[in-house]
């Protein structure tokens, strides 16, 4: 895992949805303990960056260059709606190698283990996410908007959470609206490469 | 490696046998007795003409039966994110397709086989052609799951999608009909051999065509 230090690189990318291109000439790199929050209007790209770093999309223009696994926390959390949030962050725990258990309750979801995910709240669904994202042995974090539907409490937590993948030579790449609080975080303001 | 996909091939399977909460493994198979049980009531019960006709019937069936779960093979995991988080852990969509189809036929294939058992009851078939059938479905279910899979990653993401891919489905599954129904007749060897090589030939395409296809989903 701690083979190469982990690293992000982005060369003018353009990204176009349909007809409209969203941004064009981005570049940014990061390196270990790096943070970078992208800021911007809704519907100005931020989301689609994440998702061209993340390699899950291809660019229009420009390239990407990864080193390091990838851990994406976007709206979706992929867990199965019918099952028990213990045994859905299971199987991405298992797949990953990592304790569920333990992960769940760092996010305050000790009691919330037998609850089927569907009945699970917005906010408990992104704390569940979470969870499923400090299992995952990447050193890379792409987090989507990770503040929405969280309180206050689990808001401090998602950042006292990336200041810890930071601080271990971590990178974390914050796509929001709102502010986040960690420290020596950079800005990229999407509004500056709109066409 | 093998762990990972023995991890999602667990996951898949439940996912299909249990259900999401919207209908189980057990509905086709019940629409697949029903289709069986509608058509003495439709021809008559002429035992000539069922004995025919019969295995005919069992092969349409089977065929119909099998569109039913299409809109729960790809879109909802999809829709999760799940294939974007295989993505990211270097699981490759051909494999997760591969993975799903295997999954799929087992949820669906010997259900239905055992299925076929009262289904040939009521359709007063005799002993050897229910040999026959059995053989038949063993030979051309495997081609019914890739394909199911293939056209289900197809369709997944599309408005009206499980319409669609019942449309698709049922022309491209003419050949293993054919081949699978023709096998049911007198000196019917070929036929099945012609249903297992369509068969083998929409599984080695359809991990290739669906995992393009659900990239291409991706946007």
């Not at chain 1, 960056?49 to 660019?59: E, H, I, N, S, Y």
């Not at chain 1, 258990?101 to 919330?112: D, P, T, V």
């Not at chain 1, 006292?160 to 971590?170: P, Q, V």
Request: net charge positive.
């Amino acid at each position: 895992m701690q083979a190469s230090p982990p690293r992000l690189l982005a060369q003018a990318l353009a990204c176009r949805r349909g007809e409209r291109v969203l941004f064009a000439g981005l570049g940014l790199e990061l390196g270990p303990g790096e943070a970078l929050h992208v800021r911007g209007a809704n519907g100005i790209g931020k989301s689609s960056l994440l998702r061209l770093l993340a390699g899950l999309a291809r660019p229009e223009a420009g390239q990407v260059i990864r080193q390091g696994a990838i851990g994406l926390v976007d709206e979706r959390p992929a867990l199965d709606p019918h099952l028990p949030l213990g045994r859905a962050l299971g199987f991405w725990a298992a797949l990953d190698g990592g304790k569920s258990i333990a992960a769940a309750a760092r996010l305050g979801l000790g009691e919330l283990l037998d609850v089927p995910v569907r009945y699970l709240s917005s906010g408990q669904r992104k704390r569940a996410a979470l969870a499923r994202l400090i299992t995952q042995p990447a050193m890379i974090w792409l987090l989507d908007e990770p503040l929405n539907g969280l309180d206050a409490a689990a808001a401090d937590l998602a950042a006292r959470l990336a200041a810890e993948r930071c601080a271990t030579g971590g990178i974390c790449v914050i796509a929001s609206h709102q502010p986040f609080a960690l420290a020596g975080m950079a800005t990229l303001d999407l509004a500056g490469f709109a066409p | 490696m093998i762990r990972i996909f023995a991890l999602i091939l667990k996951r898949d399977l439940a996912v299909l046998l249990l259900g999401r909460g919207q209908g189980s493994a057990l509905l086709p198979i019940l629409f697949f007795l029903a289709v069986a049980m509608l058509f003495p009531f439709a021809v008559g019960p002429e035992p000539r003409v069922l004995a025919r006709a019969g295995g005919g019937v069992i092969w349409i069936a089977a065929l119909l039966a099998a569109v039913l779960p299409l809109d729960r093979l790809i879109e909802p995991d999809l829709t999760l994110g799940a294939f974007d988080q295989w993505r990211l852990r270097g699981i490759a969509e051909e494999g997760i397709v591969a993975l799903r189809m295997l999954a799929h036929w087992l949820a669906f294939a010997p259900p239905l086989m055992l299925a076929a058992l009262p289904a040939s009851a009521l359709l007063g078939l005799p002993d050897h052609a229910l040999a026959r059938i059995e053989l038949s479905l063993l030979a051309g279910t495997p081609g019914l799951a890739a394909l199911g899979v293939t056209i289900a990653a197809v369709t997944a993401g599309l408005r009206g999608g499980a319409a669609l891919a019942g449309l698709l489905t049922i022309p491209l599954a003419v050949p293993l009909l054919i081949f699978g129904a023709g096998s049911l007749a007198a000196g019917g060897d070929s036929g099945l051999a012609l249903a297992a090589a369509a068969s083998l030939m929409l599984i080695a395409l359809g991990p290739f065509a669906g995992g393009a296809a659900i990239r291409a989903a991706r946007g």
